[in-house]
Nanobody, 128 residues
Framework: VQLQASGGGLVQAGGSLRLSCAAS????????MGWFRQAPGKEREFVAA????????DYADSVKGRFTISRDNAKNTVYLQMNSLKPEDTAVYYC??????????????????????WGQGTEVTVSS
């Protein structure tokens, strides 16, 4: 699976951005997906995750209520809608894929080590 993230940019605090991650291949629907971010001088951290079907999601406490992860398996794409952005959201955002997973597996993955494929990252800068 190859992943291509896009949608990053410069936005003022309080603004919104939508990140997209397009995946290659016909098996996208068999992968659980996640978004992570890495701010300058900090370690990569979990942001959001979604199960293969989209029926289960999870978020880092720092983004709950502001970010929404979703996926369109027909378009091989996972999204991260980011609202009410804060300067501390500034980071490079990475999408990741874990799998293939069983169709009976409705869980999400929070730990980075559980992901098998990573995109190249898209940069988000939130100005105050």
């Amino acid at each position: 699976v190859q992943l291509q993230a896009s949608g990053g940019g410069l936005v003022q605090a309080g603004g919104s951005l939508r990140l997209s991650c397009a995946a290659s291949g016909r098996t996208f629907r068999t992968y659980a997906m996640g978004w992570f971010r890495q701010a300058p001088g900090k370690e990569r951290e979990f942001v959001a995750a979604i199960s293969w079907s989209g029926g289960s999601t999870d978020y880092a406490d720092s983004v709950k209520g502001r970010f929404t992860i979703s996926r369109d398996n027909a378009k091989n794409t996972v999204y991260l809608q980011m609202n009410s952005l804060k300067p501390e959201d500034t980071a490079v955002y990475y999408c990741a894929a874990s799998g293939p997973v069983s169709p009976f597996d409705t869980t999400v993955r929070v730990a980075a080590k559980r992901y098998d494929y990573w995109g190249q990252g898209t940069e988000v800068t939130v100005s105050s």
